[in-house]
């Protein structure tokens, strides 16, 4: 599984969407920068993502609002969201955050080492899930498989009792079709 982790970076200032793609240089994530609630929305139909870097105020639709719609939506609602503002007086604003479904609320100026260190976090878990989804498929393929095997042989052996001279010929065709055909 080599698809990359991605964080989307959602602040209506490019200087701080610039400053985010900085401090996570160097992380195993893309960045894809929107400069709008209604743009995440929009790339969130069309990309996966490990961590959301929200800006809780921006003009026309909120951080609030753009988390809420995402929690909402169930392709995204598990995609943590990490909230980051500029707004430290108003401890509602960080309840607000965690009540629409944010996983983190960080007021600036924070310790950019944090931010790297929670973003690795997600991305770890991201890749890990991905991991897990991939074992997953290979270990229902393989019992798809030995279902198949296990009906042939069961067949092949109710063929070998028949008193049936044909039989036994049906019985090793069977058998050779299951063994060339559905190897573990």
């Known amino acids: ?97 965690y009540a629409v479904g944010a996983v983190d609320y960080l007021t600036k100026p924070f310790d950019p080492w944090v931010l790297r260190a929670k973003v690795s976090v997600f991305v770890e878990l991201w890749v890990k899930t991905r991991q897990l989804a991939t074992q997953s498929d290979l270990v229902r393929e393989h019992e798809a498989q030995w279902r198949t095997l296990t009906d042939a042989v069961d067949e092949a052996s109710a063929l070998l009792r028949a008193d049936d001279p044909d039989a036994r010929t049906r019985a090793l065709d069977l058998l050779e079709q299951a063994r060339w055909g559905n190897t573990l």
């Open 1 to 97: 599984m080599s698809q990359t982790a991605k964080a989307l970076l959602v602040d209506d200032r490019r200087e701080n969407l610039m400053a985010l793609e900085a401090i996570l240089q160097g992380l195993p994530v893309q960045s894809v920068a929107v400069e709008s609630g209604e743009a995440a929305l929009k790339q969130l139909l069309v990309d996966d993502f490990a961590v959301i870097l929200l800006d809780a105020q921006m003009p026309d639709m909120d951080g609030f609002e753009t988390a809420s719609h995402i929690k909402r939506r169930e392709r995204t609602r598990h995609v943590p969201i990490i909230f980051l503002t500029a707004a430290d007086k108003d401890a509602q604003l960080a309840l607000r955050g």
